[in-house]
Nanobody, 111 residues
Framework: VHVVDSGGGLVQPGGSLRISCTISGLTLSTATVSWYRQAPGKEREWVAIINIPNQRLSYAASVRGRFTIYRDSTKDAVSLQMSDLKTEDTATYFC?????WGQGTQVTVSS
């Protein structure tokens, strides 16, 4: 299994950004995929999870209502659509499935 994170960048507060996790070596339709993030000097924290077979979703309280996790079937990827971004969302975001982690993608929210 190979996981590659992409799509990070710099965005202003209140803006939106989509990051993606491309997964190979796994039948994505049977997977459970999570996003985590780690800000400088802080521990890695869980952000969101999707159970693709039954489409169950769950979010950390800090992002609920602003972030949406979904399967992008056109690219065999799981994406995280982030809206109303805040400076405290600044972190490196990591995707994981089956114990395999992506390399992370940096999201910076700053004016």
């Amino acid at each position: 299994v190979h996981v590659v994170d992409s799509g990070g960048g710099l965005v202003q507060p209140g803006g939106s950004l989509r990051i993606s996790c491309t997964i190979s070596g796994l039948t994505l339709s049977t997977a459970t995929v999570s996003w985590y993030r780690q800000a400088p000097g802080k521990e890695r924290e869980w952000v969101a999870i999707i159970n693709i077979p039954n489409q169950r979703l769950s979010y950390a309280a800090s992002v609920r209502g602003r972030f949406t996790i979904y399967r992008d079937s056109t690219k065999d990827a799981v994406s995280l659509q982030m809206s109303d971004l805040k400076t405290e969302d600044t972190a490196t975001y990591f995707c994981t499935t089956g114990g395999v982690w992506g390399q992370g993608t940096q999201v910076t929210v700053s004016s």
